[in-house]
C-alpha cells in the first residue's frame, strides 16, 4: 500500500513536472512568435529627399543592406554621439571586411524636417562620414516613415529665447538587408568596435 502510495505521489509529480515544463515552452514560443512579427513589420516603403535635394525612395537602395538612424541636425548630445559611433562602425568594418563595407549604405532619417532642410543635413552629416546618405521631407513623409520603422519621435513644448526646440526620439541603429527587411538594431551605446563585428556577422549570415 505504502509502495502504490509512493509510486502515485511520484507519477503526480511528474505529471505537474510535464505540465510546468509545457506551460514554459508555450510561453517561450509565443514571445519568440510575437518578436518575430514585430521584426517582421518594421521597415517599409518610403519617399523622401536626400542631402543634395534628389528624391529618394527604398528603391533606389534596392540590393544593398542598410544601416538606418533616426535623429535631427539640432540634437545636443544624443544624435552627433550615435553618428560618431556609427562613422566609427563603419571604418572599423572596412577595415575587417571590406566587401561588407562596400555593400552597407549607411542612412540617416531625420525626425525634425521643419529644421533640417537638404542643406542643413548636407552640411551636418560632412561631419561624421563621407558615406552618410541623410534623408528629410515634408512633416507627412517623415511622419509615414517614421510609423514604418515604429519610431516615437515628438516634438517637446518648450522653447528658449531664440525659438530653438528638443524632439525626443528613439535612438536606435537598425541593420535592414538588401530588400529593405528587418535583420537587427542595436542600442546607441554600443561601442563602434562591437558594432562592427555584429554587422560583419549579420551581413556575412545574408551573403
Excluded at 513589420?41 to 542631402?51: C, E, K, N, R, V
Aim: proline share 4%; net charge negative; with cysteine.
Amino acid at each position: 500500500m505504502k509502495t502504490s502510495l509512493i509510486f502515485a505521489t511520484l507519477g503526480m509529480a511528474a505529471i505537474v513536472l510535464l505540465l510546468l515544463f509545457e506551460l514554459r515552452t508555450a510561453g517561450t514560443d509565443a514571445r519568440q512568435g510575437a518578436e518575430t512579427q514585430l521584426s517582421a513589420s518594421i521597415g517599409g516603403a518610403f519617399a523622401l529627399t536626400d542631402q543634395n535635394g534628389i528624391r529618394r525612395s527604398q528603391a533606389d537602395f534596392a540590393g544593398r543592406p542598410m544601416l538606418v538612424y533616426f535623429g535631427f541636425t539640432y540634437c545636443p548630445d544624443v544624435c552627433p554621439t550615435a553618428l560618431d559611433i556609427m562613422g566609427g562602425a563603419l571604418d572599423a568594418l572596412q577595415q575587417r571586411d571590406a566587401i561588407a563595407y562596400e555593400r552597407l549604405q549607411p542612412v540617416f532619417i531625420s525626425v525634425d524636417p521643419a529644421r533640417d532642410t537638404p542643406p542643413v543635413l548636407r552640411d551636418y552629416l560632412a561631419y561624421f562620414h563621407p558615406r552618410l546618405s541623410g534623408l528629410t521631407g515634408s512633416q507627412a513623409e517623415i511622419d509615414a516613415v517614421k510609423s514604418a520603422f515604429k519610431i516615437y519621435a515628438a516634438r517637446g513644448a518648450a522653447e528658449d529665447e531664440n525659438g530653438n526646440y528638443n524632439v525626443d526620439h528613439s535612438s536606435f541603429f537598425y541593420l535592414m538587408d538588401e530588400n529593405n527587411r528587418y535583420l537587427a538594431h542595436f542600442d546607441h551605446a554600443i561601442t563602434p568596435e562591437i558594432l562592427a563585428e555584429k554587422l560583419a556577422e549579420k551581413l556575412n549570415e545574408k551573403r
